[in-house]
Nanobody
């Protein structure tokens, strides 16, 4: 069974950068679309970024576009979220998730909704101070 573990969170000043990683074990990532979500206290979980299982197509929330970059290395079973120009409003617990698209056509698309993902990591805290 696929297991996901996030790492790399921490405390950073506004304008700084962090790189959070999602390491997989128990299965290859080749057929999984990967999503990064975050949840701040008192708020709903929201999608930050996602990357498709085929062709590495990506999607970003408007709030992080041009600041965050997602990439995957299937050989190393790792997905990276590079976060630049961080803002206090980026403070949240960040989760990675994996899901298998329902159709062959969907393999080149991101999965953007939490219910589309079957496996979740435990989360890593990102705190951005002003």
């Amino acid at each position: 069974q696929l297991q996901l573990v996030e790492s790399g969170g921490g405390l950073v000043q506004a304008g700084g950068s962090l790189r959070v990683s999602c390491a997989a074990s128990g299965s290859t990532l080749d057929y999984y679309a990967i999503g990064w979500f975050r949840q701040a206290p008192g708020k709903e979980r929201e999608m930050v970024s996602c990357i498709s299982s085929k062709d590495d197509n990506t999607n970003y929330a408007d709030s992080v576009k041009d600041r965050f970059t997602v990439s995957r290395d299937n050989a190393r079973r790792t997905v990276i979220l590079q976060m630049n120009s961080l803002k206090p409003e980026d403070t949240a617990v960040y989760y990675c998730a994996a899901g298998i698209p329902g159709t062959v056509a969907a393999m080149t698309q991101c999965l953007t909704m939490p219910f589309e993902y079957d496996y979740w990591g435990q989360g890593t805290q990102v705190t951005v101070s002003s």
